[in-house]
């Protein structure tokens, strides 16, 4: 059974940290890019990072540069999104997703596998 879990949300307060994580299981996680999602209350789903497991380059929504970083520890299945300086209108649900890696691409052309999702509340 794919199963992927996120966990680490929590209410935070603004300009804090927080690091996601992102636990994989149920297929082989090598062949496999993870995206991180996430969702505003009344907002469309917003893409703010991905990477390849196998080719390691991360991709990283122009909203979030510079403040959020994707990493994997292959041996253990995770994904991580350490999120730094967070601001209120980063309020949301993060999911982590996984999609078939797509040929020299930090991102899959889909995403087959969802999380359920970890709720991250910054107070101003």
């Known amino acids: 059974e794919v199963q992927l879990v996120e966990s680490g949300g929590g209410l935070v307060q603004a300009g804090g940290s927080l690091r996601l994580s992102c636990a994989a299981s149920?297929?082989?996680?090598?062949?496999?890019?993870i995206g991180w999602f996430r969702q505003a209350p009344g907002k469309e789903r917003e893409a703010v990072s991905c990477?390849?497991?196998?080719?390691?380059?991360?991709y990283y929504a122009d909203s979030v540069k510079g403040r959020f970083t994707i990493s994997t520890d292959n041996a253990k299945n995770m994904v991580y999104l350490q999120i730094n300086s967070l601001k209120p209108e980063d309020t949301a649900v993060y999911y982590c997703?996984?999609?078939?890696?797509?040929?020299?691409?930090?991102?899959?052309?889909?995403?087959?596998?969802w999380g359920q999702g970890t709720q991250v509340t910054v107070a101003s």
């Open positions: 997703a996984a999609g078939f890696r797509a040929y020299g691409s930090s991102c899959p052309r889909g995403y087959d596998y």
């Open positions: 149920g297929f082989t996680f090598r062949d496999y890019a």
């Open positions: 990477i390849s497991i196998i080719y390691g380059s991360p």
